[in-house]
């Protein structure tokens, strides 16, 4: 049995990856998305930080090696700043990330409520 089969249970059925996709409703997808969101998110924010390494790099150079403003200065700044403050782009980007992925199944489930309550007859 695979790692799949044994995480998706609905029901009492258990499904195999392949009908994984097929068989899953669209709210089964909040979990999904959220995770997607935080990987997008902790992306997106290494991104930032290796482009303010690099921006750095070629304006200032790098003092602590001595070298001067250039390419060299910059790949190696932007290094140092992906190892030091990779953990504010997992908190910040990834937290932000995790929070848009939740807010499409909070905005669906919003959605569904007002469309349930506008189809109520009113007394």
Not at 15 to 31: C, H, I, P
Not at 34 to 48: A, H, Q, R
Not at 98 to 122: E, Y
Request: net charge positive.
């Amino acid at each position: 049995m695979t790692a799949i089969q044994e995480f998706v249970e609905i029901g009492d059925a258990r499904l195999s990856a392949s009908n994984f996709v097929r068989n899953v409703r669209y709210e089964d997808y909040s979990r999904l998305r959220t995770i997607v969101g935080g990987l997008i998110g902790f992306t997106v924010g290494l991104l930032i930080i290796m482009g303010w390494g690099i921006s750095d790099g070629l304006t200032t150079g790098l003092p602590t090696a001595n070298l001067p403003p250039g390419n060299e200065a910059a790949l190696k700044s932007a290094l140092v700043y992906t190892m030091y403050l990779w953990p504010f782009a997992l908190v910040l980007g990834g937290g932000a990330g995790m929070v848009c992925g939740f807010g499409t199944w909070l905005t669906k489930t919003l959605v569904q409520r007002s469309k349930r309550h506008r189809d109520t007859p009113a007394i």
